[in-house]
């Protein structure tokens, strides 16, 4: 039987799973899609995919590049070019990221509109999520629970 972890759901019950896939492999769907996560060879896992961690940030700066492409398509600037690097750095006790650096390229971005270019970026789903973060309830089921869901 795989080992099945249940990662989120929010209000309408759109559920999120992550499944073993054996090793440090896990296959997440959402929605119909697939991800796959992976710990890197020095850490046991064999590097067929992004850690958790990793997709984490992926995310965080797919959301900010999606409310930048937003922003200068309503302005009428171009998007060639746009892109979002991330780079992170660990905490200790607990582990954790502890600092996230976004860097935005837009070269299609006018001088005179950049400062309401920041303001749309910064708010975007994540990063608020980041500020305020919710409130994580964990349940683990036991074997015998698992089966009846």
């Known amino acids: 039987m795989d080992r099945t972890l249940l990662i989120g759901m929010n209000e309408q019950n759109n559920v999120i799973r992550a499944v073993h896939q054996g090793g440090d492999r896990l296959l997440m769907t959402v929605r119909g899609h697939e991800l796959y996560s992976d ?5 046991g896992g064999e590097d067929t995919a992004a850690t958790p961690t990793e997709i984490f940030l992926a995310g965080l700066a797919g959301c900010v590049a999606f409310y930048a492409e937003r922003f200068l398509r309503r302005n009428g600037l171009a998007t060639d070019g746009l892109a979002v690097s991330c780079d992170y750095s660990w ?3 607990p582990h ?3 600092e996230v650096n976004l860097a935005v390229e837009a070269p299609g971005l006018s ?4 400062e309401a270019f920041t303001r749309v970026v910064e708010h975007c789903t994540l990063h608020h999520t980041l500020q305020r973060p919710p409130q994580v309830h964990l349940k683990v089921l ?5 089966g009846s869901h």
């Open 142 to 146: 036991a074997s015998e629970a698992v």
């Open 39 to 43: 710990q890197p060879v020095q850490d």
């Open 111 to 114: 001088l005179e509109k950049r």
């Open 91 to 93: 905490a200790e006790n």
């Open 96 to 98: 954790r990221v502890g």
